[in-house]
């Protein structure tokens, strides 16, 4: 009989370092996507001075209509890449549960042991509406990266064909 209160104390407790890790990895997670995207939206703006400079050092006398082409796609596309990579990046609501206020309510209520459930309950309810944040935060970033691959392939060519063809 002992060894079951035991675990009925212990259960509470469980569930709430899960649900309490999970929330964790939640917020790593986006704060992992926020410094990538970082990261992405600075290389993206530096890929494009490093392609400028290295058609000024080849100086061709008029690039070829094609490059001129691509490198006006590779503006474009620069463009659309930083719509995604900022809309990704913003800020967005995030779900903290439970509410400070009702925190403080329910702790000279309750017992440590349904604190502890409730809290847990709290942190799975942000959890969920966090998540579907992060879907969408994600996809953007995605399509951002995507965007920078295209964006350098289209640069890397047009400035092949403005040194080799003029």
Known sequence: MNNASSDSQSSPQVFYEVAMSRLDAQMNRME?????LASLIGFASVIIAVFAAALQLGKPAQP???AIVLLGLGGVIY????????????????????????????CVKYDDLTMRKWVAQECILSYRKNEETLISKTSDGRNAVRLLFAETTLLIIAVIL???IS
């Open 162 to 164: 403005a040194l080799v």
């Open 79 to 106: 463009i659309a890449l930083m719509v995604f990579a900022l809309r990704a990046y913003r800020f967005r609501k995030w779900s903290f549960r439970p509410n400070l206020d009702d925190l403080s309510g329910h």
């Open 64 to 66: 070829p209509l094609s």
């Open 32 to 36: 992992a996507i926020d410094r990538k």
